[in-house]
């Protein structure tokens, strides 16, 4: 395959790809040590890249799917709004959803890189912020009519340093809005060292290879992983698929939530997948619209996570699928002031699913089952005043808790899977750090048996936590989808557990809450929430026996569920060791069911 690049040397290639990702793991270390909200420093909710200096994404190593796939895009509005100005030295904030960001949320720091005076390269640290100034204390706007209403600065590629020296006065106008300035600052501080040890160390790449040997790598990656891409599209039948999902409700603003759906036209003889997302509806006014960047990423994720794992993440395989959107559609065609605070999240979620759902279709052993979406309680965003610190404000978004991973056709769900933009590269808090960090008592952080969705492999189950306010008064603001809409399995699975969550008094009474919540907390009450789980994958009764017994025996299921869902038969008990698998009855009780 590789033969027909003039002048690929397979080695050097393999190199440079490898020395490239270090660099870029060597700029995430750097972000996740120095930063100060637990946010980016326990949950890592940040991704670092590199672009081209003609703007296409070179490459990610680990970054989280829906920052990095719209990293190119970023670096295009800084090259087009700096033009001839741009200038070693400098280093640009992005966060505009409407110029190639994710959402305002995400706060990405572009460092455009000249080797003997050419723009060779531009590095991306993309960090989430704890807070951005919005009118609530929270990145996520879900009931926010417009961007006016949301409230974020929004920062189109705004030079922050020039000629390696600080533009102060972007910084007074974050510091004079953003509600913990101190924290935000360290995290500003930390997202600029990361690109900026990008930098140093693709300039050390250049001086040992020399700048032509580089530019000769950059064309070959490309098209190696072009070429990588058009073999696994090889692999696929020429088929046209559709596949529909939907976002919870809520309240009165979507009283039946946001229908959505997809159609993916696979053909393997010219080596393209086109993705239509055009029949969806008109933008919604409220914070769920995507932003054309997290669409693209929603859909990729989606397609990257059905082919083959090998195939390079950049510019060079993504051009091989095409993506159609209709400008004003909820999916990707957000204009400005139309809301995207939850862009990342919610309906890319559910795109992701409804992408890899979508290749389940095509035949048994393709596609996944959908994984567990919402960001819940255990995901919430606390904010109020620390008694323990003189009464000093503090701000963060919680990861307490993850919801259930798909089952796909190999192997069940994955436990500490977050959620599907996110793919399991976010870290879960540490229970003790949230409680030095914010005044909170965790109670409880557990899985809960028998919420996986069934199948011959099972979704992750369900996790949830259960928090107490340890101030006067702590705000706690999550926007939870999957309350309504379980995740849903795929070929004959079953879908995996909705999510649920509750408050509990003083007086020990629990009052219900609904699904996207805005919330104060007296001293002394607790939340509880449980995360929605993964769907199934093939049907139940095709799931070996003895793995179900295993399940059992270590609590992923129940006795109940492996009985009346998996149809298997067990003696014994699981209190005395003596539970055991009943082949007989395992074998005439599948048999009556199937006949």
Same mark, same amino acid.
């Given at each position: 395959?590789?033969?027909?690049?003039?002048?690929?040397?397979?080695?050097?290639?393999?190199?440079?790809?490898?020395? %490239?990702?270090?660099?870029?793991?060597?700029?995430?270390?750097?972000?996740?040590?120095?930063?100060? +909200?637990?946010?980016?420093?326990?949950?890592?909710?940040?991704?670092?890249?590199?672009?081209?200096?003609?703007?296409?994404?070179?490459?990610?190593?680990?970054?989280?799917?829906?920052?990095?796939?719209?990293?190119?895009?970023?670096?295009?509005?800084?090259?087009?709004?700096?033009?001839?100005?741009?200038?070693?030295?400098?280093?640009?904030?992005?966060?505009?959803?409407?110029?190639?960001?994710?959402?305002? /949320?995400?706060?990405?720091?572009?460092?455009?890189?000249? =080797?003997?005076?050419?723009?060779?390269?531009?590095?991306?640290?993309?960090?989430?912020?704890?807070?951005? /100034?919005?009118?609530?204390?929270?990145?996520?706007?879900?009931?926010?009519?417009? @961007?006016?209403?949301?409230?974020?600065?929004?920062?189109?590629?705004?030079?922050?340093?020039?000629?390696?020296?600080?533009? &102060?006065?972007?910084?007074?106008?974050?510091?004079?809005?953003?509600?913990?300035?101190? @924290?935000?600052?360290?995290?500003?501080?930390?997202?600029?060292?990361?690109?900026?040890?990008?930098?140093?160390?693709?300039?050390?790449?250049?001086?040992?290879?020399?700048?032509?040997?580089?530019?000769?790598?950059?064309?070959?990656?490309?098209?190696?992983?072009?070429?990588?891409?058009?073999?696994?599209?090889?692999?696929?039948?020429?088929?046209?698929?559709?596949?529909?999902?939907?976002?919870?409700?809520?309240?009165?603003?979507?009283?039946?939530?946001?229908?959505?759906?997809?159609?993916?036209?696979? &053909?393997?003889?010219? /080596?393209?997948?086109?993705?239509?997302?055009?029949?969806?509806?008109?933008? =919604?006014?409220?914070?769920?619209?995507?932003?054309?960047?997290?669409?693209?990423?929603?859909?990729?994720?989606?397609?990257?996570?059905?082919?083959?794992?090998?195939?390079?993440?950049? +510019?060079?395989?993504?051009?091989?699928?095409?993506?159609?959107?209709?400008?004003?559609? %909820?999916? /990707?065609?957000?204009?400005?002031?139309? +809301?995207?605070?939850?862009?990342?999240?919610?309906?890319?979620?559910?795109?992701?699913?409804?992408?890899?759902?979508?290749?389940?279709?095509?035949?048994?052993?393709?596609?996944?089952?959908?994984?567990?979406?919402?960001?819940?309680?255990?995901?919430?965003?606390?904010?109020?005043?620390?008694?323990?610190?003189?009464?000093?404000?503090?701000?963060?978004?919680?990861?307490?808790?993850?919801?259930?991973?798909?089952?796909?056709?190999?192997?069940?769900?994955?436990?500490?899977?977050?959620?599907? %933009?996110?793919?399991?590269?976010?870290?879960? &808090?540490? %229970?003790?750090?949230d409680e030095l960090k914010h005044p909170m008592d965790v109670q409880y952080v557990r899985l809960i048996p028998g919420t996986g969705g069934a199948g011959r492999f099972r979704g992750a189950p369900s996790m949830e936590t259960g928090y107490i306010s340890r101030c006067t008064r702590m705000e706690a603001i999550w926007p939870c989808d999957g309350t309504h809409f379980p995740a849903k399995g795929a070929r004959g699975g079953l879908p995996g557990a909705s999510a649920e969550h509750r408050l509990v008094r003083l007086d020990g009474t629990i009052e219900p809450l609904p699904n996207i919540v805005v919330l104060t907390l007296k001293e002394g009450e607790m939340v509880e929430g449980r995360h929605a789980a993964g769907g199934g994958y093939g049907h139940p009764h095709e799931r070996d026996p003895r793995r179900v017994l295993h399940d059992v025996l270590e609590g992923w299921e129940t006795l109940e569920r492996a009985g009346s869902i998996y149809g298997v038969s067990l003696s014994g008990r699981i209190d005395d060791d003596s539970l055991a698998l009943d082949v007989a009855g395992t074998a005439e009780r599948r048999g009556r069911t199937a006949a």
């Open positions: 395959m590789t033969d027909t690049i003039e002048g690929f040397d397979p080695y050097m290639t393999a190199i440079l790809a490898n020395r %490239v990702d270090g660099i870029i793991r060597e700029m995430t270390n750097t972000l996740l040590r120095a930063a100060r +909200s637990g946010v980016i420093n326990s949950a890592r909710d940040f991704s670092c890249s590199i672009c081209t200096g003609d703007n296409q994404l070179l490459a990610s190593a680990e970054g989280l799917p829906i920052h990095i796939f719209g990293s190119h895009m970023q670096a295009r509005t800084m090259t087009e709004n700096a033009g001839a100005t741009l200038r070693e030295g400098d280093c640009y904030l992005h966060n505009d959803p409407y110029s190639g960001n994710s959402h305002a /949320g995400d706060h990405a720091f572009l460092v455009p890189v000249f =080797v003997d005076g050419e723009h060779m390269f531009t590095t991306v640290a993309k960090a989430h912020q704890a807070d951005i /100034g919005n009118s609530l204390p929270t990145t996520y706007m879900a009931g926010a009519r417009d @961007q006016y209403e949301e409230g974020a600065l929004i920062f189109p590629a705004v030079k922050i340093q020039s000629n390696y020296e600080m533009v &102060d006065d972007v910084v007074r106008m974050c510091r004079s809005r953003i509600r913990v300035p101190d @924290q935000w600052y360290g995290d500003f501080l930390a997202g600029i060292g990361s690109a900026r040890i990008g930098e140093r160390r693709l300039k050390e790449l250049c001086d040992k290879y020399g700048k032509a040997t580089i530019k000769a790598f950059i064309q070959h990656w490309m098209t190696y992983a072009e070429q990588r891409m058009v073999a696994a599209i090889k692999t696929l039948p020429a088929v046209r698929l559709h596949n529909s999902g939907n976002h919870d409700p809520f309240g009165t603003l979507l009283p039946d939530g946001i229908p959505l759906q997809v159609s993916l036209t696979i &053909d393997p003889d010219t /080596g393209y997948i086109d993705v239509d997302l055009r029949d969806n509806g008109d933008t =919604v006014a409220c914070g769920f619209n995507q932003s054309e960047a997290c669409a693209g990423a929603s859909v990729m994720a989606g397609i990257f996570n059905s082919i083959d794992a090998d195939v390079p993440r950049n +510019s060079g395989s993504f051009s091989r699928i095409r993506l159609h959107i209709r400008k004003g559609s %909820v999916c /990707g065609g957000a204009v400005f002031p139309s +809301s995207c605070s939850l862009a990342t999240t919610n309906v890319s979620d559910r795109m992701v699913n409804i992408v890899q759902a979508a290749f389940a279709q095509i035949g048994d052993g393709w596609g996944l089952a959908e994984g567990g979406v919402g960001m819940g309680a255990g995901c919430a965003v606390v904010s109020g005043r620390d008694p323990r610190l003189g009464d000093s404000p503090f701000v963060n978004q919680l990861f307490l808790t993850n919801s259930g991973g798909p089952a796909s056709a190999m192997a069940d769900g994955w436990v500490t899977y977050g959620l599907p %933009v996110a793919a399991g590269l976010m870290y879960r &808090d540490s %229970v003790e750090i």
